[in-house]
């Protein structure tokens, strides 16, 4: 389904004979972290739709717009075998006409920090295309990753503050099970990116075990992944920090229900990942066979 208009006709028709809508929105290159979502709506929702929309206002100048993976024939043959009910595939001329003018802003740390900071305007361009994907589908629940954390805080935030009565669901990270964080950038890794890559994971795992060993101080905490990456000569830290689940600002002290956050670089690919302070920590497989 390629058009705004026919994707409302349809989903006004559930909520008219009163099915729960579910909205999984996506960039396509399907991965299982994106299936546990479409998984979780189909448990949950009567109806799932899922979006695959590569949204141009979330890359700045020089990041991955032309190059993001896309594969829309495999995605739509997957998307058929986990029984969704509609799968809606707009142009961007379809999302943002000509005159297009709106833009949608989250005023918070939650999307002026950390990866906002990184990549100003990214998330603008993810709040105003969530904005026009709830009006489009009026899901009741949209499912989201944990892995992108502060984008599920954002998009909570902005439900909440704009009365959309959409219930964002927040689902945990998949991982592989040498615990890197499956994400459709990985696809850019070489072998060796893909092995140095694994220094977030173990960085989150080390923080967490300080963290369950008593250790409360953010900065020491941000200290000890940051030395984990540091120790990565094919990765470069852009940040690691102690934050608030839900405001995202950073804390002086950690606490459970506490987020760590990452971000690097390794081979040019920006890589983020998180964890919850006190949770289960990111498992590790690496040295398997
Ligand atoms: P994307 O296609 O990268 O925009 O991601 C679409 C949705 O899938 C977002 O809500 C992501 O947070 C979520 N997602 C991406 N990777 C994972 C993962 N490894 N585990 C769980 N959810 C994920």
Known sequence: MRLPQKLRRLADGWRGEGLAV??????GALHEGHL??????RRECQRVV??????????GPGEDYRSYPRRPREDLKVLAREGVDAVYQPAVRAVYPKGFATAVTVSAAASESWEGAY??????????????LFAATGPSRAYFGEKDAQQAALVSRLAQDLDLGVEVAVCPTVRDPDGLALSSRNAYLSETGRRAALCLCRALRAASAAFSGGETSASLLEGVAAALVGDEPGAQ???AAVVDPVSLE?????DAGSRL???????????????????PPPPSGEGRG
């Open 22 to 27: 579910g909205l999984v929105p996506t960039m």
């Open 36 to 41: 546990s979502l479409v998984r979780a709506a």
């Open 50 to 59: 899922v979006s695959i929309f590569v949204n141009p206002l979330q890359f």
């Open 119 to 132: 990549r100003p305007g990214h998330f603008q361009g993810v709040a105003t295309v969530v904005a026009k």
């Open 237 to 239: 830290l852009d940040y």
């Open 250 to 254: 950073r804390r002086e002290r950690a």
């Open 261 to 279: 956050l990452l971000a690097a670089r390794v081979e040019g690919v920006r890589l983020i990942d998180n964890c919850l302070l006190g949770g």
